[in-house]
């Protein structure tokens, strides 16, 4: 199938998942992970309609961003090094993966120098996986407090990877966790951090992540074919 064919068939599952959720299609967003795939792709995409894509590593992303032609979304969704940060300020609209203070800060400090605010989401290890990045369940309300704190950065949710299973139903435990967390930080009420955004699901298990109130879904595999 060509790209334009997997983007209008994952657009319709994506639609299909939030309706027998109850939920508004137009509140799940797609994210097309463009790690390793050229910038003729993103492009090739991006004529197709799909303007918000998400990369995982800096040195590639920001080649990558200079040859697309199409202004097009990025989103920063891999582990990020505090020293790579300055590479992507001003570059990415949102960073998914914040799971340390020292990280935040180094944010906060690179956006101020230009002057803007970066949304960001706090990245969590709801299965544990000793291979995973990501603050515990237990110490996401305190990271969350301590970010939000950052006059340069706004909290806008959270972000999990569950562990893979053939059977996407095997992830949606992990889901309804971090709904659940989210759901509790919001009754919090702490200034300057929202919970609107769920950055979950990915090819294989993204209509389960919709079902469980996914507003993020970063798709790679399925969109522009194996890696």
Same mark, same amino acid.
């Given at each position: 199938?060509?790209?334009?064919?997997?983007?209008?068939?994952?657009?319709?599952?994506?639609?299909?998942?939030?309706?027998?959720?109850?939920?508004?299609? /137009?509140?799940?967003?797609? !994210?097309?992970?463009?790690?390793?795939?050229? @910038?003729?792709?993103?492009?090739?995409?991006?004529?197709?309609?799909?303007?918000?894509?998400?990369?995982?590593?800096?040195?590639?992303?920001?080649?990558?961003?200079?040859?697309?032609?199409?202004?097009?979304?990025?989103?920063?969704?891999?582990?990020?090094?505090?020293?790579?940060?300055?590479?992507? /300020?001003?570059?990415?609209?949102?960073?998914?993966?914040?799971?340390?203070?020292?990280?935040?800060?180094?944010?906060?400090?690179?956006?101020?120098?230009?002057?803007?605010?970066?949304? !960001?989401?706090?990245?969590?290890?709801?299965?544990?996986? @000793?291979?995973?990045?990501?603050?515990?369940?237990?110490?996401?309300? /305190?990271?969350?407090?301590?970010?939000?704190?950052?006059?340069?950065?706004?909290?806008?949710?959270?972000?999990?990877?569950?562990?893979?299973?053939?059977?996407?139903?095997? /992830?949606?435990?992990?889901?309804?966790?971090?709904?659940?967390?989210?759901?509790?930080?919001?009754?919090?009420?702490?200034?300057? @951090?929202?919970?609107?955004?769920?950055?979950?699901?990915?090819?294989?298990?993204?209509?389960?992540?919709?079902?469980?109130?996914?507003?993020?879904?970063? !798709?790679?595999?399925?969109?522009?074919?194996?890696?």
């Amino acid at each position: 199938m060509s790209l334009s064919a997997n983007l209008k068939k994952i657009r319709s599952q994506i639609y299909a998942a939030a309706l027998s959720a109850g939920r508004e299609p /137009a509140a799940v967003r797609l !994210i097309a992970v463009s790690k390793t795939k050229p @910038a003729s792709m993103v492009d090739e995409a991006a004529a197709a309609g799909q303007l918000l894509f998400g990369e995982n590593y800096v040195q590639e992303f920001t080649v990558k961003a200079m040859e697309v032609g199409y202004p097009v979304e990025w989103h920063f969704i891999g582990h990020l090094q505090s020293n790579k940060v300055k590479f992507i /300020a001003g570059l990415v609209a949102m960073i998914h993966s914040v799971d340390r203070l020292s990280l935040a800060e180094e944010i906060d400090r690179q956006w101020q120098r230009i002057g803007k605010v970066c949304d !960001i989401l706090i990245q969590v290890n709801v299965s544990g996986e @000793a291979t995973k990045n990501g603050t515990t369940s237990a110490e996401a309300e /305190a990271l969350v407090r301590q970010v939000a704190l950052l006059p340069n950065v706004r909290i806008c949710g959270l972000m999990t990877m569950p562990p893979f299973f053939d059977d996407p139903e095997e /992830a949606r435990p992990y889901f309804h966790e971090l709904k659940l967390l989210a759901e509790e930080i919001e009754s919090l009420a702490i200034p300057s @951090a929202s919970m609107q955004e769920l950055s979950m699901g990915m090819s294989g298990d993204f209509e389960v992540a919709i079902e469980e109130g996914a507003t993020l879904v970063r !798709i790679g595999s399925a969109l522009f074919g194996s890696r």
